[in-house]
């Protein structure tokens, strides 16, 4: 910084542009070193690209000492590509727009084309949506779970303070806070399930307890698309349920993701239903899911998919690998309840990467590069990791479609370990262990897929598409319905139709016009 004072000083430019943070290598310009420069040089024209930067943080462009702020809206501010904005600070002098235009060819300096208007519209959305995104929300929750001491299933159930009681009663809480700030929008309830011990990892009789809020869907309010996060913690043994187990980002961090995404998605109307669920016993187990599966098919809840956020808050590998772009959605190939004559028809029509899990997994890619095109969400086809299963897999049992989001880079010495100090290495789930603009980043990859599927239209049931037929557009296919091969159709298609050629038509007609 010194080094560029003393060429400003040296040369006395007109005008000094920069990126507010570097795209290369990450690095934040300091601000207050920005306001120094025109302190001492008033009349110097400070142009800012604030594309890496806009949506990160709060920002005070007014008192910035900034002039022009330009920036792309398609980063940070989620609002997809073809837009942006320029901010003026109004103390800027109008002599530094003083210009012949005679003597310019504006073909250089402004793209002709024509403007995406609704590409305007995502912005604004996008703006008045992420001012209520908060990493200051995320840190204070994760903050506030980890200082329970230990959140394992069987610890403490009556102390206010401590235990996982305590945090699950404040998990409640939230809710109801976020829910008494939408007109009562959130129905919050614990969903219980009564588990005899076993020689494994349930040393004693238990009530596991989730904490469910259902933003109801005003279409389809028996249609869910569920998102949450783990409720418990542990140390290295699985068993101990007394000592300090802060859980910090196993799974802290995706917890408070779930009520990060609450609190946003709240202030909205959707079609479907969105369910926001803290989920116990995952260490354990798995016994959380498992009953809240087995209720959600008893009570025959129709479940578009589930996200489980497990660990989205660290980007430093134990393998010293930094990362805070990359995260990984893991699913398994086909459902696990797949009937013998499917899994022969796959020998000879393939769709062995085709289950529905899977589907999930690609729309929310999909959703990702669209929307936050910075990010660069890792497909992993598989379940979880090697020998692993994540609180998605109970729904996945039971044929839901179920995908687990999580950090690309994991460090082993945080997870799962008593917190000490061995040979210079920290070991321990701690708060310290935490990016939270990262897992800002990861709520919002859940948030854009909640919203998404939340307006979705309702699947369509036994349709069958020939081969090399074509959809176009966003059309609404009805139950029942049968397309040829080769056929492509421009219109909605009604239930229990069968339809051919192209323009597709009723099968009767298209044969009665092509005698």
Same mark, same amino acid.
């Given at each position: 910084?010194?080094?560029?004072?003393?060429?400003?000083?040296?040369?006395?430019?007109n =005008?000094? /542009?920069?990126?507010?943070v570097?795209h290369?290598?990450?690095?934040?310009?300091?601000l207050?070193?920005?306001?120094?420069?025109?302190?001492?040089?008033?009349?110097?024209?400070?142009?800012?690209?604030?594309?890496?930067?806009?949506?990160?943080?709060?920002?005070?462009?007014?008192?910035?000492?900034i002039?022009?702020?330009?920036?792309?809206? !398609?980063k940070?501010?989620?609002?997809? !590509?073809?837009?942006?904005?320029?901010?003026i600070?109004?103390?800027?002098?109008?002599?530094h727009?003083?210009?012949?235009?005679?003597?310019?060819?504006?073909?250089? *300096?402004f793209e002709?084309?024509?403007l995406?208007?609704?590409?305007f519209?995502?912005?604004?959305?996008?703006?008045?949506?992420?001012?209520?995104?908060?990493?200051?929300?995320?840190?204070?929750?994760?903050k506030?779970?980890v200082?329970?001491?230990?959140?394992?299933?069987?610890?403490?159930?009556?102390?206010?303070?401590?235990?996982?009681?305590? @945090?699950?009663?404040? $998990?409640k809480?939230?809710?109801?806070?976020?829910?008494?700030?939408?007109?009562d929008?959130?129905?919050?309830?614990?969903?219980?399930n009564?588990?005899?011990?076993?020689?494994?990892?349930?040393i004693?009789? +238990?009530?596991?307890?989730?904490?469910?809020?259902?933003?109801r869907?005003?279409?389809?309010?028996?249609?869910?698309?569920?998102?949450?996060?783990?409720?418990?913690?542990?140390?290295?043994?699985p068993?101990n349920?007394?000592?300090?187990?802060?859980?910090?980002?196993?799974?802290?961090?995706?917890?408070?993701?779930? *009520?990060?995404?609450?609190? +946003?998605?709240?202030?909205?109307?959707?079609?479907?239903?969105i369910?926001?669920?803290?989920?116990?016993?995952?260490?354990?187990?798995?016994?959380?899911? @498992?009953?809240l @599966?087995?209720y959600?098919?008893?009570?025959?809840?129709?479940?578009?998919?589930?996200?489980?956020?497990?660990?989205?808050?660290?980007? %430093?590998? =134990?393998?010293? +690998?930094?990362?805070?772009?990359s995260?990984?959605?893991?699913?398994?190939?086909?459902p696990?309840?797949?009937s013998?004559?499917?899994?022969?028809?796959?020998?000879?029509?393939g769709?062995?990467?085709?289950?529905?899990?899977?589907q999930?997994?690609?729309?929310?890619?999909?959703? =990702?590069?669209?929307?936050?095109?910075?990010?660069?969400?890792?497909?992993? !086809?598989?379940l979880?990791?090697?020998g692993?299963?994540?609180?998605?897999?109970?729904?996945?049992d039971?044929?839901?479609a179920?995908?687990?989001?999580?950090?690309?880079?994991?460090?082993?010495?945080?997870?799962?370990?008593? /917190?000490?100090t061995?040979?210079?290495?920290?070991?321990?789930?701690v708060i310290?262990?935490v990016?939270f603009?990262y897992?800002?980043?990861?709520t919002?990859?859940?948030a854009?897929?909640?919203?998404?599927?939340?307006?979705?239209?309702?699947?369509?049931?036994? +349709?069958? /598409?020939?081969?090399?037929?074509?959809i176009?557009?966003?059309?609404? *296919?009805?139950?029942?319905?049968?397309?040829?091969?080769?056929?492509?159709? $421009?219109?909605?298609?009604?239930?229990?139709?069968?339809v051919?050629?192209?323009?597709?038509?009723? /099968?009767r %007609?298209?044969?009665?016009?092509?005698?």
């Amino acid at each position: 910084m010194n080094e560029l004072l003393n060429e400003i000083k040296k040369k006395l430019p007109n =005008v000094l /542009i920069f990126s507010i943070v570097q795209h290369i290598d990450g690095t934040l310009i300091d601000l207050d070193f920005i306001k120094k420069i025109k302190n001492e040089f008033p009349e110097i024209l400070i142009i800012a690209d604030g594309t890496q930067f806009c949506g990160t943080k709060f920002f005070d462009f007014k008192n910035s000492n900034i002039d022009i702020l330009i920036s792309s809206g !398609y980063k940070w501010m989620l609002g997809g !590509y073809g837009n942006g904005f320029i901010s003026i600070n109004p103390s800027c002098s109008p002599n530094h727009f003083k210009m012949d235009i005679n003597s310019y060819n504006l073909s250089l *300096i402004f793209e002709p084309g024509h403007l995406d208007t609704l590409s305007f519209g995502s912005l604004l959305f996008s703006l008045k949506t992420i001012s209520n995104y908060g990493i200051k929300n995320i840190e204070s929750d994760i903050k506030k779970l980890v200082s329970f001491g230990t959140r394992h299933t069987l610890s403490d159930t009556l102390s206010i303070t401590t235990g996982i009681g305590a @945090a699950r009663r404040w $998990i409640k809480k939230s809710f109801k806070d976020i829910s008494s700030n939408c007109n009562d929008c959130l129905e919050v309830f614990y969903q219980k399930n009564y588990f005899i011990k076993n020689k494994r990892r349930l040393i004693k009789d +238990v009530w596991i307890n989730n904490v469910i809020a259902i933003q109801r869907g005003l279409v389809n309010p028996n249609r869910y698309i569920i998102m949450s996060g783990d409720i418990d913690s542990r140390v290295s043994d699985p068993n101990n349920y007394t000592s300090l187990s802060p859980g910090a980002n196993d799974n802290a961090s995706g917890m408070a993701g779930v *009520i990060e995404a609450a609190r +946003v998605l709240s202030k909205y109307k959707f079609d479907n239903s969105i369910i926001y669920v803290g989920l116990s016993g995952e260490e354990q187990g798995l016994y959380g899911g @498992a009953g809240l @599966a087995n209720y959600a098919k008893k009570n025959n809840w129709e479940i578009i998919g589930i996200l489980n956020n497990d660990m989205i808050g660290n980007i %430093e590998g =134990v393998d010293g +690998v930094i990362d805070n772009l990359s995260f990984r959605i893991f699913s398994e190939p086909t459902p696990a309840n797949e009937s013998e004559v499917s899994i022969k028809r796959r020998r000879f029509y393939g769709g062995e990467v085709d289950g529905n899990s899977r589907q999930l997994a690609r729309y929310i890619h999909n959703t =990702v590069r669209k929307y936050m095109p910075e990010m660069n969400p890792m497909m992993i !086809y598989r379940l979880d990791r090697f020998g692993r299963g994540g609180h998605h897999r109970p729904f996945n049992d039971l044929g839901y479609a179920g995908v687990r989001i999580m950090e690309a880079h994991e460090n082993y010495n945080r997870q799962h370990q008593d /917190i000490r100090t061995e040979n210079g290495i920290e070991y321990g789930d701690v708060i310290s262990g935490v990016n939270f603009k990262y897992a800002k980043k990861l709520t919002a990859v859940n948030a854009i897929n909640l919203a998404s599927l939340g307006w979705s239209p309702e699947e369509p049931k036994n +349709v069958k /598409i020939g081969g090399q037929a074509g959809i176009s557009g966003h059309l609404k *296919i009805g139950d029942n319905v049968e397309i040829a091969g080769g056929s492509g159709v $421009i219109k909605d298609i009604p239930d229990n139709s069968k339809v051919m050629g192209y323009p597709a038509k009723n /099968i009767r %007609e298209f044969l009665k016009d092509n005698r």
